[in-house]
């Protein structure tokens, strides 16, 4: 996972068959978008962006009522007029790229971060960037949109066929793609560089790149960092997800309008619980984490000093013993609680000097949470009293009926489901429109406001704060102040001929296009129509591996030998869902939107004899736009 100021140039020289030129490193840059974490990038001269249908859920769900089933039916915007406002959802294009140097010093280093803040230009968002521990320091320039519109996205059963049984697996069948449209000032956006449909087929061993936003890995982690992560963090998240998971589909199976109101939530969840016990099944193989040990052991063995390693593992030890509270103080993603708390956060951390506020409210971290909150999402009163509920019982059961945040959400009531009902009677954080005229208060008005929600979100942010403080203060600066020597002496024994930790920032993997085994029986690189019928009817049809009614209407009519889904060697994480996959010309032959179960530990390794990315094929976009759904008119846009 290659940042584009630092790709390896003769290893891409092998893939792409020439030494790789500014025009073309250009060109990916200028195409590729984040898209809120995930990624996607430019198809058309008109600001056409092709990514997941999975990215573009959360916008399906805000869209979406018992009236207009989007979810259900699927979208396809027939005109430019037609295409829907994705509320709070913005795109990122990467402009630029400054080197920064920072102080370790936490007050010197909030002070300097200020000034760097400040002096980043008009129209644009800039980030700074860590690589390699914290040794380089960057700041990435963004031209940043906030005008998305869906154009067009095939049917949840279609893009998700399979279901969490087929999520991270291969042989894969899923339409998991959509089309959105950025604006800005009104019109649609003229990118200087879009990417057009590759000519030529994909054949076995092709090379294919993948420019993305790869969120997070965990590859330059110390063993003891890694074991924190093994037996506290991982195991905490994970029971939390798994009892969530439990409350959603209880309530989605109360009927179809509940399924409906549940299935968003439950598509997010699953997937990150299925890639968080991959990583815990990863940490706990012997043999990677023997590897792990045995290459520590070799710089540790070559160090001037053991005090960088000592100083992370004393962090380590801390972050242990605070991952319980962490986590249990993690309101569920998407409720009424988390915007309360985010909204109380920014309120509050306001009005401390810059070089006091936690740094997750930092100044431009707070202007897109604040972006966020003033974003309409839909409101189901049912579901969310329940989430209150079992949120409110989880906590109790982690912390314990005596604990500060415990009693707080408790308010006195003699179980969790009154509890939850007491701060919700009434409440109006449920309103976009409200959330940002309290956003606009100042802090005497705000703290008069007597909504409950957000009176818990007052209260829970002071008693959070603390252990948020504890951790930045134990773990976080103390690791900051040796990533330096730590990156330094990996360097000196292991060269920097690696790529840095994703970070959320573009990146490029290359690979190339192969076969894997499966429980020792070889699969082939692609899958078909054809593979589709026979999984639907091995199942009989039962969800979810049923057929959604267009799907199955034209099943006679489609041609069963197109390819589907197909898998490559390239490099990714979450975070590239919506990725292009492009040949060594640059143009686009797919869009990623999963990897196989043993891409699960590519968090902590990368091993590319069974690591695969699972892409969706240029070939089953062009069919279903010509012949799935009425959109003629967006193939030929997109030059299919």
């Known amino acids: 996972m290659w940042p584009l100021d630092r790709l390896p140039h003769g290893p891409l020289k092998e893939h792409l068959g020439r030494a790789p030129d500014a025009t073309w490193v250009a060109k990916l ?62 795109a990122r294009l990467l402009i630029g790229i400054d080197p920064v140097s920072l102080p370790a010093e936490p007050a010197a280093r909030v002070s300097a971060l200020a000034k760097l803040d400040a002096s980043c230009p008009k129209e644009q968002h800039c980030e700074l960037v860590s690589l390699y521990g914290g040794a380089v320091q960057q700041r990435y320039r963004y031209q940043r949109y906030t005008d998305l519109r869906l154009v067009m996205a095939p049917e949840t059963q279609a893009a998700n066929f399979g279901g969490d049984d087929d999520n991270f697996a291969y042989p894969r069948f899923a339409f998991d793609f959509a089309l959105l449209r950025v604006y800005h000032q009104g019109k649609p956006v003229r990118p200087a560089h879009w990417l057009r449909p590759a000519r030529a087929a994909l054949k076995l061993g092709d090379a294919v790149f993948v420019p993305g936003h ?38 989605a199976a109360q009927g179809e309008e509940q399924a409906r109101q549940a299935l968003e939530p439950i598509n997010a969840l699953e997937n990150g619980l299925k890639a968080r016990r991959g990583e815990l099944a990863a940490l706990k ?3 990677l984490f023997g590897a792990k040990q045995r290459e520590e052991n070799l710089v540790r063995g ?19 013993r605070l991952a319980r509270e962490l986590v249990a103080m993690r309101p569920p993603s998407g409720t009424l609680l988390e915007d309360a708390l985010a909204l109380a956060g920014l309120q509050l951390e306001a009005r401390r000097p810059e070089g006091q506020r936690l740094e997750r409210f930092s100044a431009a971290a707070a202007r897109e949470a604040a972006e966020a909150l003033k974003a309409e999402h839909p409101l189901h009163p049912v579901l969310e009293e329940l989430r209150l509920a079992g949120y409110i019982e989880r906590s109790e059961q982690a912390l314990g009926a005596a604990d500060p945040w415990v009693r707080t959400l408790k308010a006195g009531q003699p179980d969790a489901r009154s509890a939850a009902r007491q701060w919700l009677a009434g ?21 008069a406001v007597d909504d409950p929600m957000l009176q818990l979100g007052r209260q829970l942010h002071a008693l959070r704060r603390g252990v948020l403080d504890a951790y930045a203060r134990e773990v976080t600066q103390p690791v900051r102040t040796q990533a330096d020597p730590l990156a330094q002496t990996r360097w000196s024994v292991l060269g920097d001929g690696s790529p840095p930790d994703a970070t959320g ?15 020792g029986l070889r699969q082939p690189w692609f899958t078909t129509l054809d593979g589709l019928w026979a999984r639907t009817d091995g199942f009989a049809g039962t969800s979810p591996f049923d057929l959604s009614p267009r799907l199955a209407a034209l099943r006679r009519e489609l041609p069963g030998a197109t390819p589907l889904n197909f898998i490559c060697t390239a490099d990714i994480v979450g975070g590239n869902s919506g990725s292009p996959a ?59």
């Open 582 to 640: 492009v040949d060594s010309q640059g143009d686009w032959v797919g869009v990623v939107f999963d990897g196989n179960l043993d891409s699960l530990a590519g968090r902590f390794a990368f091993d590319e004899r069974n690591n695969r990315a699972v892409v969706v094929h240029q070939a089953a976009i062009r069919l279903a736009l010509r012949q799935l759904y009425s959109a003629k008119h967006l193939a030929e846009e997109l030059g299919l």
């Open 505 to 519: 920032t573009l990146r490029l993997s290359f690979g190339r296009v192969a076969e894997v085994a499966l429980g």
């Open 285 to 287: 193989d012997p043999e």
């Open 302 to 320: 070559r160090a001037a000093s053991e005090q960088p390693w000592q100083v992370v593992a004393k962090a380590a030890a801390a972050q242990q």
């Open 427 to 447: 409440t109006q954080i449920g309103s976009a429109a409200q959330r940002a005229r309290w956003l606009a208060l100042e802090p005497a008005a705000f703290d």
């Open 29 to 90: 840059q200028g195409a590729a978008l984040n898209l809120d974490g995930a990624s996607g990038s430019f198809v058309s001269p008109q600001g056409l962006v092709l990514t997941n249908h999975h990215v573009v859920s959360d916008c399906i769900d805000r869209l979406t009522s018992a009236q207009a089933d989007l979810a259900k039916h699927g979208f396809v915007a027939a005109t430019p007029k037609d295409e829907k406002s994705c509320p709070g959802m913005t």
């Open 214 to 251: 790869p969120w997070q890995t965990d590859r330059l982690l110390t063993v003891a960092q890694l074991a924190a992560l093994r037996d506290a963090q991982l195991p905490a998240e994970i029971a939390t997800a798994e009892a969530e998971q439990a409350l959603l589909h209880r309530y």
